[in-house]
């Protein structure tokens, strides 16, 4: 195996690691951890091998820099609760199988972090398209306060940007209401790892879409165009 095809080798080994996890996450919002044991692992292995291959102190230091880093940031949003252990570990196999790569724009060559970073500006899209959506329904006449009179115009604000109100109860989509002695009031426990399905009728409810999906997206862009938040800083200075 020579240099030239290791780079295109570990890439598409983390690509399909990462769209087979997204998949299930998808399905069955269970991933395997052989998943990323053996897709973490074989990546390594490879980074390890592509070390020996071109060896430089830099590259080194770049390599260890960024498993570190973006290792320990994912698995300390993880222990903060702010999203499951799957995405962590995700995190954790990006960085192991191809941890320093140059796109055209970047602010850093960390691909573990710039996925992460990526697929949190991604996940924006949801708070914008509920702003959208929930608004053409207020603007067309329906009542989807009905109920909930007695909350501040904060809380409506905030429920409006997290949700929407659905006549159905679906899968994987959660509640955003509850009942206190008999009135209903909004929820915001979105960062909890023990939410429950939606099962009341006519209510509140927020879907629950995978960031791992948000996070492999990410990673293409990264890998294609580069990172997001150095474009947005472009754009705004």
Do not use: C
Request: hydrophobic share 50%.
């Amino acid at each position: 195996m020579t240099l030239d095809i290791l780079l295109p080798a570990r890439i598409t080994l983390i690509m399909a690691t990462m769209v087979y996890a997204s998949y299930q996450d998808w399905v069955s919002r269970e991933i395997d951890d052989k998943v990323w044991v053996i897709g973490g692992g074989v990546g390594a292995a490879l980074t390890g091998l592509d070390l020996a291959w071109s060896w430089s102190l830099v590259k080194l230091i770049l390599t260890f820099m960024s498993i570190g880093l973006s290792t320990g940031l994912a698995f300390m949003f993880y222990y903060m609760g702010l999203y499951g252990g799957a995405d962590a570990k995700a995190i954790a196999a990006i960085s192991a199988s191809l941890p320093i790569y140059y796109p055209p724009v970047r602010f850093h060559p960390f691909t573990g972090l710039a996925s992460l970073t990526n697929g949190l500006i991604l996940s924006l899209i949801l708070p914008v398209s509920f702003l959208l959506y929930n608004t053409y329904r207020i603007m067309r006449g329906d009542n989807i306060f009905k109920g909930f009179e007695h909350e501040s115009r904060w809380r409506k604000a905030a429920a409006i940007l997290f949700g929407t109100r659905v006549n159905h109860a679906g899968r994987f989509w959660f509640p955003l209401e509850e009942e206190h002695e008999g009135v209903r009031v909004f929820k915001f426990n979105l960062f909890s790892l023990d939410l429950e399905e939606n099962v009341r009728e006519d209510s509140w409810a927020t879907p629950g879409i995978p960031l791992l999906i948000f996070i492999t997206i990410g990673l293409v862009i990264f890998l294609t165009l580069g990172d997001l938040s150095a474009y947005i800083l472009r754009l705004i200075t």
